[in-house]
């Protein structure tokens, strides 16, 4: 877990400061986002209870030195002590163990801390520094969360043509996530004041961003000291295009490639159900396979 911000929103006539919290799961890929009114223990704790009413009681949680989480935790270690014995025998079982990284070493927790990074750019390039309710900041940070948790993991299918891409969505609800159609408004909107399209623009402002700035990030660019494979054949991709709508990730099966003067693939055909693709190379990201 890691906090970001402060956001400024706009109350009446007077201006207050937002954080966001953003939890995430290192077993499903899942994240959960919310929103704090104050950068303190009492908030943290009570954003800690509305995150395990909705997604379960985590058996730990790892993050950085702030003492909002460290105060958090001696608070309910209190709480915990001041309950009858038997009832701590009872509940000792059911505690959640905290661990910190080391001081100024968020490497140490580089399995989270890279995605809340391109979270928080993506986020900042977005809302930056103007001044939104906080209805509009809380949809806003909830729409991206539903943008995370559709990302594709890999594939599990014993057809290859036939991709069924896992997603923390599928594994939290069982099924395949289902959005609302996207409404695309143009950037003047910003200006109005409905809030609901206000809301939707800077949604489509940070899937923009998102996949200028983090999507890249996943396929490895080596230097051209070694040989790499090329892409083949019936190999499962995703594109990554932002002409594509919000929280879309195509997902399909080479069909064929096209091969430059040097005998590299540049550029592939791909086909996504029942229509095909050709984007260079640069557009497309391997996807793992997952055990079935």
Request: include cysteine.
């Amino acid at each position: 877990m890691d906090c970001f911000g402060p956001f400024t929103i706009k109350i009446g006539r007077r201006n207050e400061k937002r954080w966001g919290i953003i939890y995430k799961c290192l077993t499903t890929r899942a994240v959960y986002i919310d929103l704090l009114s104050q950068a303190d223990t009492d908030s943290f704790l009570m954003s800690l209870r509305r995150f395990i009413a909705r997604r379960g009681k985590p058996h730990e949680l790892c993050s950085d030195q702030g003492t909002n989480f460290k105060g958090g935790d001696h608070e309910l270690k209190e709480a915990f002590n001041n309950i009858h014995p038997q009832l701590q025998r009872e509940l000792a079982k059911q505690q959640i163990d905290f661990h910190y990284n080391p001081p100024n070493s968020p490497h140490f927790g580089g399995s989270w801390e890279r995605e809340i990074r391109s979270l928080k750019a993506a986020l900042y390039t977005t809302i930056g520094v103007q001044t939104v309710t906080e209805e509009v900041l809380r949809t806003v940070l909830v729409e991206i969360e539903g943008i995370l948790n559709s990302k594709p993991l890999g594939y599990v299918s014993s057809d290859v043509a036939d991709p069924d891409p896992i997603t923390p969505n599928s594994l939290l609800m069982g099924r395949r996530d289902s959005a609302l159609p996207q409404v695309i408004y143009p950037a003047s909107e910003l200006l109005s004041r409905k809030r609901w399209r206000h809301s939707q623009i800077l949604a489509d402002q940070f899937w923009s961003s998102y996949l200028r700035n983090y999507l890249p990030g996943l396929q490895s660019r080596q230097k051209w000291q070694q040989e790499i494979d090329n892409l083949t054949v019936g190999t499962v991709v995703m594109i990554a295009d932002p002409q594509f709508p919000r929280a879309l990730w195509p997902v399909g099966t080479v069909k064929s490639v096209q091969v430059g003067a040097d005998n590299k693939v540049r550029a592939a055909e791909i086909q996504i159900k029942d229509r095909t693709y050709i984007r260079p190379v640069v557009r497309l990201i391997k996807l793992p396979s997952l055990p079935e």
